[in-house]
């Protein structure tokens, strides 16, 4: 790693966790870079190095302004076209490159105009490669379309229509107005409790969802 790359990288680090903040985003922008999810929680953590080569894919894929990784910010500098790119998993470009520390200055490699020409096939081969791409299509379909629901159940989780925070909020102002009985104070206490867990333990278990359903692969 470059001098100048191992200055900026607790910057980039503490911009990149600023970006995934919000429950679910660590995991929504992992896909949106093609990454596991957990390869990417490393590098928040200080666990794993990453690449100015991965920086700017972050800013291209979520629409940030170039170079704005390299200077720390705070929540409210966040443009709101990256944040809405990374809450609807949206992204903006394809990234292609690679998080591992080393020099490569490409970050978005356009798609080859023209393929290269395949080998020549023996005739009685034809029909089974036409059948398993027929399969291998129509895996792919289910497949996308079960991971779009459950990204949609997601979103749900996220963006409520009553937030749970105003909800926490009205109740203990009912706890807080009445002199309840000790028992009934620990036992609205408690549910809150529980139903915050509980929607953190269901997010994760979505996630989870999402990334086995990202690795099938129909020859499985």
Known sequence: MEDSDELLLPVWRANLVLLTSEVGAATRLARMMTFSASYLKLMLSGQREFS?????GVEAVTGLPGGWMDVLHTGPDIPPNAREAIDNEQ???????????????????????FLQPQPARRIEEQPLDVEAHRRHAHFRKVRDLATQEVRRFERHLLHAPVELASMRAKVEDVMAAAELDDRIQADLA???EQ???HRNMLLR????????LSQLDDSE
Not at 52 to 56: A, G, M, S
Not at 91 to 113: D, N, S, Y
Not at 205 to 212: F, G, Y
């Open 195 to 197: 139903i915050d867990k």
């Open 205 to 212: 278990h979505v996630e989870k969802l999402q990334a086995l």
């Open 52 to 56: 100015e080569e991965f920086v700017r």
């Open 91 to 113: 992204p903006l470009a394809r990234f292609r490159g690679t998080a591992h520390p080393v020099r490569k200055k490409t970050v978005l490699r356009p798609e080859p105009i």
């Open 190 to 192: 408690g549910r809150l």
